[in-house]
C-alpha cells in the first residue's frame, strides 16, 4: 500500500512538470551568489568514524629450539583503564611460554609509568592484566611476550590465539573479538654437516720401539640415531631400517609426572622399531621443578618403560623454560632424584639438554656424574667444553619411512657394548 502511494506522488510531480516548467538555473545562480558572499557551505557534514580498537598478533617463523618474541599490537585505542587479555598456545602445542629468568615473560613496549602489567599461566594459558590509574591511550607494541619453541616440535604451523576477558574504558566494558596468529616451526637451512675423520700417520723408529701418532680433525662418529616422539606421527620402521642412515633409535616415553603424558607413540614405537632390528633408547621429558616432581617423573618413567631392553641409554631431558628460574642448586637435585632412582632400578642414565643450558644451570659437578647428550644445532660443534657421548646436530633430517623433519645424532660410545658388558637395560649377563 505505502509503496503504490510513494510511485503515485511521483507521476504527479511529473505531470506538473511538464505543464509548468521550472527554470532550474535560478536556484544555480544563487547558489553562486551564495558562495562568493559566505564560502562553499556542506549543510549535512559525514562525521569522520573513529578507527575501531583491535588488538593482533603477528605470523611469524621460528625453529626448534628458538626463543620467540610475540609482540601484542594495538590499534584505534582510545583508552582504556584496565584488562585481562589471554595469550594461548594451544593444548599440546610445542610453543612453551617463557616463565621467567634471565628471559622475561613478557616486555611492555610502554613507557608510561603507570602501566604496570602483570602475568600468571594457567593450564598453557599466558594471563596478562594491568590496572592503571589513569587511561592508556597509545598504539602501537602493547606488551612482548617470549616464547620456546620445543627442541622436539615437529615443523608445520601452530596457533597462537589472542583474546581479551576484561578491557574496561572508564566503566565500560569494550569487547575484542578473538585474534588468531601462528606460529611457523620449521628450518629451511642445511645443517653442515661435520667433516669426518680424518687421519694422518707418523712413525718413529728408534732401537726398541715404533710409535705411531694419529691426529684426528673431528671425532668419528660410532653410530648414527634418531630421537621420535609423537611429532614425528606414524614411523613406518621396516623402511628406516631400509634407508641405511639410523644405527639406533631414542624414543620419547612421555613428559611431566601423570600417567596420562605417556607419549602416545612409546609403545607402537618400540614394538615396532624393535621388531625391524632398530637398537633403541628412551627419554623422558621433564618438567619438574622439585626433588619431589623429579621422583614422581621418574616413578611415571619407571613403570612406562618396564619389561623393554634398550642397547642405548634412557634419558632424563631437562630444558623446560620453567627450569631455567631455578637456582644451580636446586637443578642439581633434580637431576640426582630422577637419574638416582633410575639408576637404583640398573638403567644406564644419560643426561640431556642444549648446550647453553648445560653452560649456563647445570653445575660442572653433577654434569660430571653422567654420560652427556647435548643438543646443538646449526653448527659443527657444540658450543659444550663437557664431554659428550652424543650429540644432537639437526632437527631436519630426513629419513625414509619418517613422514616430515626428525632429530639427527651422532654417538660417539659403542653403547650396546656399555650397556650390555655392564648389565644395564634390562640385560642379565648377556
Not at 592503571?132 to 606488551?143: A, P
Not at 631455567?324 to 642439581?332: C, D, N
Not at 632400578?345 to 653452560?359: R, T
Request: charged share 20%.
Amino acid at each position: 500500500m505505502k509503496k503504490r502511494f510513494s510511485t503515485s506522488i511521483s507521476v504527479l510531480l511529473a505531470a506538473l512538470l511538464v505543464v509548468f516548467p521550472i527554470d532550474l538555473s535560478a536556484f544555480s545562480t544563487a547558489d553562486t551568489y551564495l558562495n562568493s558572499i559566505y564560502g562553499s557551505q556542506t549543510v549535512f557534514a559525514e562525521e569522520e568514524e573513529e578507527p575501531l580498537f583491535s588488538l593482533s598478533v603477528p605470523d611469524i617463523s621460528a625453529s626448534p629450539g628458538d626463543l620467540v618474541k610475540i609482540e601484542v599490537q594495538v590499534q584505534g585505542n582510545i583508552g582504556f583503564t584496565s584488562a585481562v587479555l589471554m595469550l594461548d598456545t594451544g593444548s599440546g602445542s610445542p610453543i612453551l611460554p617463557v616463565l621467567g629468568g634471565a628471559t622475561p615473560l613478557f616486555q611492555t613496549a610502554i613507557t608510561e609509568p603507570l602501566l604496570s602489567w602483570q602475568s600468571h599461566m594457567t593450564n598453557g594459558i599466558c594471563y596478562y592484566y594491568t590496572m592503571m590509574s589513569q587511561y592508556y591511550e597509545g598504539n602501537g607494541t602493547l606488551f612482548s611476550a617470549y616464547f620456546r619453541v620445543a627442541d622436539d616440535a615437529r615443523a608445520g604451523s601452530y596457533p597462537v590465539q589472542l583474546s581479551c576477558k576484561k578491557l574496561r574504558n572508564g566503566s565500560e566494558d569494550l569487547t575484542v573479538e578473538l585474534i588468531s596468529g601462528s606460529v611457523t616451526v620449521g628450518d629451511p637451512q642445511e645443517t653442515t654437516m661435520p667433516t669426518m675423520l680424518t687421519t694422518t700417520t707418523a712413525e718413529t723408529t728408534t732401537e726398541t720401539t715404533t710409535t705411531t701418532i694419529m691426529t684426528d680433525s673431528k671425532p668419528e662418529p660410532y653410530r648414527y640415531g634418531i630421537d621420535v616422539s609423537r611429532w614425528q606421527g606414524e614411523v613406518d620402521w621396516t623402511k628406516v631400517k631400509k634407508s641405511g642412515k639410523v644405527d639406533f633409535a631414542i624414543m620419547r616415553a612421555g613428559y611431566g609426572k601423570e600417567y596420562d603424558q605417556v607419549d602416545p607413540t612409546f609403545h607402537t614405537n618400540m614394538k615396532n622399531a624393535q621388531a625391524a632390528g632398530i637398537p633403541c633408547g628412551a627419554y623422558w621429558y621433564s618438567y619438574a621443578v622439585s626433588a619431589a616432581d623429579a621422583k614422581q617423573e621418574a616413578k611415571v618413567f619407571l613403570d612406562t618403560i618396564k619389561g623393554y631392553s634398550f642397547e642405548y641409554p634412557v634419558v632424563f631431558d631437562i630444558e623446560d623454560p620453567s627450569q631455567s628460574t631455578l637456582s644451580p642448586s636446586v637443578i642439581a637435585e633434580i637431576i640426582d632424584t630422577f637419574c638416582g632412582a633410575v639408576e637404583a632400578e640398573g638403567y644406564y642414565c644419560v643426561l640431556y639438554s642444549y648446550a647453553s643450558f648445560f653452560n649456563s644451570h647445570i653445575p660442572d659437578s653433577t654434569e660430571k656424574k653422567y654420560d652427556i647428550w647435548v643438543a646443538h644445532t646449526q653448527t659443527t660443534k657444540p658450543d659444550y667444553t663437557g664431554n659428550y657421548g652424543i650429540w644432537q646436530y639437526s632437527h631436519t633430517g630426513a629419513v625414509s619411512g619418517i613422514s616430515g623433519d626428525v632429530d639427527m645424532n651422532y654417538a660417539y660410545r659403542d653403547y650396546p657394548a656399555i650397556i650390555k658388558n655392564g648389565n644395564f637395560n634390562g640385560f642379565k649377563g648377556e
